[in-house]
T-cell receptor
């Protein structure tokens, strides 16, 4: 079953602009992770935020988590053409041990 | 060079045949996972293994089988019982499955694209 739902499903922006994508989930979580997937490739882990954290930064990435609203956002600042990829959120749920549940993904297109 | 490898990259199968997808990791991770991804979709968990000689069904295990005889290997067999096997299959591993954070960050292989002819 899909726990997370990303919004928007697709996003097209120009290089230099910021990209924001959102993830909503349904259950209590231990942590939430964001992954990136280039077309036809495996996923790459970007950032993890624990349930007791509200914001986290890594380079041009900023992640927020609002457990009261069961939502997270990923902000990519000063986007580059190389950021073109699909981005997935994944939740590690407190009720279902031992596995991540992935969302449906946001496809980001960054044009020159 | 540490990592997780999958082979083959592309696999073609005739209807009614069983095929086995390979997944190997040299990261010394305890946990390994198999996911299926359909076009434009997210990942769905097929099977996972927290430790050698143990594995659990995921959300879509029907028509698939796995084994975990060695820590570094977690092969997936797509059986003839899987009615719609054409998909992109991804293998992943993590240090453990404690839920504490960094230990359950997953590392993915490059994937195997299976096509049924």
């Amino acid at each position: 079953s899909q726990q997370g739902e990303e919004d928007p499903q697709a996003l097209s922006i120009q290089e230099g602009e910021n990209a924001t994508m959102n993830c909503s989930y349904k259950t209590s979580i231990n942590n939430l992770q964001w992954y990136r997937q280039n077309s036809g490739r495996g996923l790459v882990h970007l950032i993890l935020i624990r349930s007791n954290e509200r914001e986290k930064h890594s380079g041009r990435l900023r992640v927020t988590l609002d457990t009261s609203k069961k939502s997270s956002s990923l902000l990519i600042t000063a986007s580059r053409a190389a950021d073109t990829a699909s981005y997935f959120c994944a939740t590690y749920d407190t009720g279902t041990a031992s596995k991540l549940t992935f969302g449906t993904g946001t496809r980001l297109q960054v044009t020159l | 060079d540490g990592g997780i490898t999958q082979s083959p990259k592309y696999l073609f199968r005739k209807e009614g045949q069983n095929v086995t997808l390979s997944c190997e990791q040299n990261l010394n991770h305890d946990a390994m996972y198999w996911y299926r991804q359909d076009p434009g979709q997210g990942l769905r968990l097929i099977y996972y293994s927290q430790i050698v000689n143990d594995f659990q069904k995921g959300d879509i295990a029907e028509g698939y089988s796995v084994s975990r005889e060695k820590k570094e290997s977690f092969p997936l067999t797509v059986t003839s019982a899987q009615k719609n096997p054409t998909a992109f299959y991804l293998c992943a591993s993590s240090i453990s499955t404690s839920g504490s954070g960094h230990t359950d960050t997953q590392y993915f292989g490059p994937g195997t694209r299976l096509t049924v002819l």
